[in-house]
DNA sequence: TTGTAAGCGTTATCAA
DNA sequence: TTGATAACGCTTACAA
């Protein structure tokens, strides 16, 4: 329970200053071999580390990248972080995560913390539509201040970094992959309504329909919100149906999962009597039986980017503010 | 992209010493109500707060938690992480996260940065059985200086704090319950052995086996890994048995959903043909179909305790090193 | 090549 | 009740 040892100890033991012991330390400045050999020794021989809070307070940067999430027992969050982390690490940076757990006030609450704490940057990954006027009001005063990168989200008169995936390009590729196949007759399990990723799929599902790709039939679109269980009610409700789907679109593969459950409930196989996909590429939709068939997100390429704007000190005076990648068709089981 | 306020501008705006405003900012010592308040408006006005890092600097106390485990994307550790992010924010503690991913050397790595990142205490959870040389070296010497705590996890030798699901009362009560049904073709699929875990486990079924409550049959052990493939692979090998188990168990959850996974491929239903059962609760052992009986961890009371140690200055000084907490049984629909 | 000293932004001690 | 000042542990001008 000894107090740490500091420089000076070193610089005393050593029989030199400080400063001399901060030249080796950081191997920039000249320093004569046989001085530096002598303090490096004393160094390894106690196997002393400089004390990174005062370092980060001498250098105003404290190499700390903050995220904030909704739940990072989702894996959507747990993967992007995942990846974020791996390449934090390779240059320097350590992450430390924030759970907003959908209480809405967290977010304003995590962000105040974060920059009080002096991180590098944050990593914003929104899930909730609530925005309360404290969050919007935050987010205002840093975004000049220091990198928020929001992944796969973004917020109306935010001016905040936005790395995303192409869910137009995504969404489309799948509705192609389907009508290429020539399947009609294909429902779509919304989930929750009014958030913009909702939206835009739910627009380009209607659209195939209007142009006749798909077959008109109200019944197929069903709302709820995102999790297992209201994929199989929603699922056990679409089987009920007289004419039922050939192929039923998850509109994530958390309610995939959800429709691929009511499915083995009802002893139907799939593929072969119905067909499923999902989307967003989470592990949980290669680990189930039939492993299913999804649209994944470059989750290392968005993960990266989002370090990269934190780590670029000039990224923030640059203009560009939005950075896309493309989506990627997987092919598995289900469909 | 201007500089940060400090308590000297504040102090200079109100007219008084920084160490008045240092009053203000902590409410604890005596200020006069008038001069007070001249202060507090003017940090309200500039929505000023303080450095946290030069607090950290100056109290020696960062409220870091650092968190070492393999991977986030697994839901064992990711459900222990937010709950224990949870219990650290109640108290003003906010988390760092190092995913080791499987590379031993980063054990280490990340204990060393951790501590040099002046941590208040370290939650290590343990995955892989490589212990490197210098691991147990930088454990044994930080053992002492800051609380390190281990979840679920031990190591010969090395004196941290333990906090641990009572796995042998936990998974003796998952035979009881096979037993009790009066099955007694019962196979385990016990992943990778040799790491504690799955020997307790597979030495508590051996006894079983010994003392007649189940059948002797020796192709009804088969190890492997933890991962849904070998659980498909062991299963379907099972199932090419003259004499098929009754009950299978995997001897964790990951396991357990790739146990399911054969049966739906061979067409089997469950638990109508066969029963199968898993251990740890993590959430995926709920989302698939059927779910998944299993046993459980107090996630919230293993999180909490983990945190509590680190939290409380004076539980390193005293002698109690090992919490255990009872498992339940979460009985499900597939046994 | 090395040392002195100032400074990073706080808080706490001591004196006024 | 308030202010001056040292201290936390480091790095970097600047001087020697």
Not at 182 to 187: F, K, L, S, T
Not at 201 to 224: C, H, M, P, T, W
Not at 295 to 303: S, V
Not at 317 to 327: H, Q
Request: hydrophobic share 40%; proline share 3%.
């Amino acid at each position: 329970m000894r107090r740490n040892l500091t420089v000076y100890d070193i610089a005393a033991e050593a029989g030199v200053s400080v400063a001399t012991v901060s030249r080796v330390l950081n191997n920039n400045d000249k320093v004569a071999e046989n001085t530096r050999y002598k303090i490096q020794s004393i160094i390894d021989k106690y196997d002393f580390k400089p004390n990174e809070v005062a370092r980060s307070l001498f250098k105003n940067e404290t190499k700390l990248i903050g995220c904030i999430l909704p739940d990072i027992t989702n894996p959507y969050y747990s993967t992007v972080l995942l990846e974020a982390e791996k390449y934090a690490l390779m240059n320097g940076y350590t992450m430390m995560i924030c759970n907003t757990r959908g209480d809405s006030d967290n977010y304003a609450m995590y962000l105040q913390t974060l920059v009080e704490r002096q991180v590098t940057g944050i990593i914003y990954m929104g899930g909730e539509s609530v925005e309360t006027m404290q969050l919007h009001q935050l987010l205002k005063k840093y975004e000049d201040r220091l990198p928020i990168v929001m992944i796969n989200w973004s917020m109306q008169d935010i001016n905040c970094f936005c790395v995303q995936s192409d869910e137009e390009q995504g969404f489309l590729m799948l509705l192609d992959q389907i009508a290429k196949e020539g399947y009609r007759d294909v429902a779509l399990l919304a989930g929750k309504r009014g958030v913009m990723p909702t939206e835009l799929k739910v627009s380009l599902y209607q659209e195939a329909v209007r142009k006749g790709i798909f077959n008109e039939r109200e019944e197929y679109l069903i709302d709820g919100e995102f999790s297992v269980e209201y994929g199989m009610k929603a699922m056990k409700q679409l089987l009920s149906l007289p004419v039922r789907p050939e192929v039923v679109i998850g509109i994530n593969d958390i309610i995939a999962v959800g429709i691929l459950n009511a499915c083995h409930m009802h002893k139907l196989s799939v593929p072969e009597d119905i067909k499923i996909v999902g989307f967003d590429n989470i592990n949980l939709s290669s680990v189930v039986y039939p492993s299913i068939t999804t649209i994944g997100h470059d989750y290392e390429n968005l993960a990266r980017k989002a370090v990269d704007l934190i780590i670029d000190k000039t990224a923030l005076v640059k203009r560009e503010r939005i950075f896309t990648f493309p989506m990627e068709y997987i092919c598995r089981e289900s469909f």
